[in-house]
């Protein structure tokens, strides 16, 4: 790791100063993603603000038809939520199955978010719930942040405060797992709610998480598994690597889809 | 360098370390405690959990500056006056190691898991143990010995 200087701000507004100061700032939040990169030098920033010590940004709170989740709350936290349980379970069982029990101690959603890998689940809900994102600056909507692999519409400075996920009627996320990572090959969020239908995957995606405009309109028709089972996806775009080809991620995400909706009842 | 202070297995610690220590750096290369290993460099293999303010993280993915106050439990402070922990008595009882590299995160990890999930089952443990790798065991004596914990514990 390289030697960087290192802040933990106690609220929002110290550490929005703390970076709008440095050189090259890096937020740290759970360091589940940044500590690995730092560690194998991909990363120099000059210095590392900690968000980890921020009350403000670790809270659930249901209001209304819609829970909000403060950027710097644990997986694990979530995953546990009674609130999360009872109005979005698809969202705490997504929640549960990020990495291991370790790992969902310490990372957050904003750092899942913010990172947007392109394997990651919180992108999946996010997009699948038509969530919306809070930040110091403005709200982005979930269709507007994920810009590609690694890439989101944050800029320099900016931090994420909460994410609202409003309630879905039904919801589902299956995600197949690669076995030796256990990162999504392919993951697939179904949802229906006042915002219609959505199907978004994780894994698969060249620019990372997208949405199947043609599984929302089937679905939209017919809410079954069946309605998904004849729609193949071009392997065109998809990832191909060493764990699967693109044509093997096209028929999971059509596997995974059914599954899902299935789930979702 | 800036001081950095903790308390570890019940006693207070500190040390003037570079902003960039890992928590796993201060406990074994400040604190001497070298029952916490490190096995990877891509925060898989669990060798190093230890308990920070109750629950199981790995702490080579953790600057020590980030448990500044916090509270740390580590292998060494597991047994009390000489007697293992139960979770150490079991590992011993069902033959849960071979190297023993992995054991210290093995039992950090199972003594968080049994906390959390006190009725515990074999598929349960084994999901549990996905963020601790073991190359010689086969887990089959793991999963038992933990099991057998779980069953004592209740
Ligand atoms: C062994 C292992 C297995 C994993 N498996 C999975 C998995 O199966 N699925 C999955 O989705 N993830 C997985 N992860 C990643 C994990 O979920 C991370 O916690 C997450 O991606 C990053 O969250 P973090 O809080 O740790 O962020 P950090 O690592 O602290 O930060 C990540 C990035 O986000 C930025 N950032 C953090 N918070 C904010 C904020 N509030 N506003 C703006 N920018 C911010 C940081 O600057 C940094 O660039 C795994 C990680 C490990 C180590
Ligand atoms: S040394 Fe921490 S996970 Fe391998
Ligand atoms: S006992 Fe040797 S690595 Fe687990």
Redesign the interface.
């Given at each position: 790791m390289y030697q960087f200087h290192y802040e933990r701000p106690k609220t929002l507004a110290d550490a929005e100063a703390l970076l709008g100061k440095a050189d090259d700032p890096k937020i740290l939040a759970g360091g589940q993603t940044l500590i690995p990169t730092l560690k194998q030098r991909l990363a120099m920033p000059s210095d590392v603000i900690d968000i980890g010590g921020i009350k403000e940004l670790d809270f659930i709170r249901a209001e209304g038809d819609a829970i909000m989740i403060g950027a710097g709350t644990r997986h694990a936290t979530v995953a546990q939520s009674a609130d999360v349980q009872k109005h979005n379970p698809a969202l705490a069982v997504l929640a549960g199955g990020i990495g291991d029990p370790a790992v969902r101690h310490m990372g957050t959603l904003g750092g899942s978010i913010a990172n947007n890998d392109p394997a990651a689940d919180y992108p999946a809900a996010c997009l699948g719930l038509d969530a919306k994102i809070h930040t110091t600056k403005r709200l982005i909507e979930a269709d507007e942040f994920f810009k590609g692999m690694f890439e989101t519409a944050l800029q320099d400075g900016e931090i994420i405060k909460e994410v609202t996920f409003p309630h879905p009627e039904k919801a589902a996320y299956m995600k197949f797992r690669n076995p030796a990572s256990r990162y999504a090959m392919v993951g697939v969020f179904v949802s229906k709610g006042p915002w219609g239908v959505r199907v978004a995957v994780t894994g698969a995606g060249q620019n990372g998480v997208f949405r199947v405009s043609e599984m929302e309109e089937a679905l939209a028709k017919s809410w079954s598994p069946d309605a998904v089972a004849g729609i193949k996806l071009p392997a065109k775009g998809l990832n191909a690597d060493l764990h699967g080809t693109a044509e093997y991620r096209a028929h999971l995400i059509t596997v995974m889809a059914k599954r899902a909706v299935a789930a979702a009842g | 360098m800036?001081v950095v202070s903790m308390t570890v297995n019940g006693k207070p610690a500190s040390a003037d370390v570079?902003?960039?220590t890992?928590l796993v750096q201060f406990i074994r290369d400040e604190l001497g405690l070298t029952g916490t290993h490190v096995g990877c460099?891509?925060?898989?293999c669990?060798a190093c959990?230890v308990h920070v303010d109750g629950?199981?993280?790995?702490s080579?993915?953790?600057?020590a500056?980030?448990a500044?106050g916090a509270e740390v439990l580590t292998i060494e402070g597991l047994a009390k006056n000489g007697e293992l922990h139960p979770v150490q008595a079991a590992f011993r009882e069902h033959h849960g190691l071979q190297c023993g590299f992995c054991t210290p995160g093995m039992i950090m990890?199972a003594v968080?898991?049994i906390r959390?999930k006190p009725d515990l089952d074999e598929e349960t443990v084994r999901e549990?143990l996905?963020?601790?790798i073991c190359r010689c065991t086969g887990y089959h004596n793991i999963v038992k010995a933990i099991l057998a914990a779980s069953q004592e514990m209740r």
């Open positions: - | 800036s570079e902003a960039r890992l460099d891509t925060s898989q669990g959990v629950r199981a993280v790995k080579c993915t953790m600057l500056a980030q500044e990890t968080d898991m959390r549990e996905d963020g601790n």
